[in-house]
């Protein structure tokens, strides 16, 4: 195989890989985001961003990308499952996703975050105080840690010059997490809006982790906006 065959075999496995994301983020989103939990919906939330690690392995992506979508896959493995406990393996797993991508952003970045989208960012850290935190038990302290590694996240992300399909990842990414607070802590089970809301939180987390990869995970943004 010749140096441009193997560039071009490596793009075509990079695409699909996140053309597989993205199909089946949508099949997770529509049939199986808002149910109980089972083992198929499990290995089929599991799907998404696995294909986003095969994609970046396979062509070359920034160590620290892939290593911030596998820590999320293991998250959304955990969430997946019933219960306090892989609730907690969950939010360890996505808060040291976001401590990856904060050492990497944190690289890229250059100069302050744009003043505007970082105090939205900071005012909604802080708010979390007031709606968030009062319902979160045992857990507030875990809590508390998340919304600061997420917020940094995202300032950082915001700071990154010529990445703006990076920096759209990482506030999809927190809006997805402000859903998931929202659907954990603050959710009345009879509400109609716990599958609209299901289904928006998968999709812009889906949407934020291949916009992560495209936008940040390689010397050149692949994609730019």
């Known amino acids: ?21 993205l199909v089946t983020a949508l099949l997770f989103a529509v049939f199986a ?14 799907l ?19 290593a911030g979508l596998a820590l999320s896959l293991v998250g959304d493995v955990a969430l997946s499952r019933a219960g306090q406990r ?25 100069g302050t975050p744009p003043l ?10 802080a708010s979390t105080e007031l709606w968030l935190r009062p319902h979160t038990g045992d857990l507030k302290w875990a809590v508390r840690l998340y919304v600061v590694l997420i917020s940094l996240m995202g ?9 703006d399909l990076a920096s759209l990842g990482a506030l999809l990414f927190i809006f997805s997490d402000l859903l998931l607070a929202i659907q954990v802590f603050r959710r009345d089970a009879r ?14 987390y889906a949407l934020a982790q291949v916009a992560i990869l495209i936008g940040a995970g390689f010397a050149q943004p692949l994609v730019s906006l």
């Open 116 to 125: 505007l989208a970082a105090a939205i960012i900071v005012a909604l850290a």
């Open 48 to 66: 998404p961003v696995g294909a986003l690690v095969f994609a970046g392995i396979a062509n070359f992506a920034n160590p620290l990308v892939i």
């Open 33 to 46: 985001c808002w149910r109980g939990p089972s083992w198929w919906k499990t290995i089929l939330k599991a």
């Open 155 to 163: 300032l950082t992300a915001i700071s990154i010059p010529a990445r």
């Open 86 to 110: 892989a609730f907690l393996i969950g939010l360890i797993g996505f808060a040291a996703a976001h401590a990856v991508y904060i050492v990497y952003f944190f690289d890229l970045a250059s």
């Open 191 to 204: 509400s109609k809006l716990n599958v609209p809301i299901s289904i928006a939180l998968w999709v812009t």
């Open 1 to 21: 195989m010749t140096f441009l065959e193997e560039i071009a075999l490596r793009q075509s496995l990079f695409w699909g890989g996140v053309t597989v994301s």
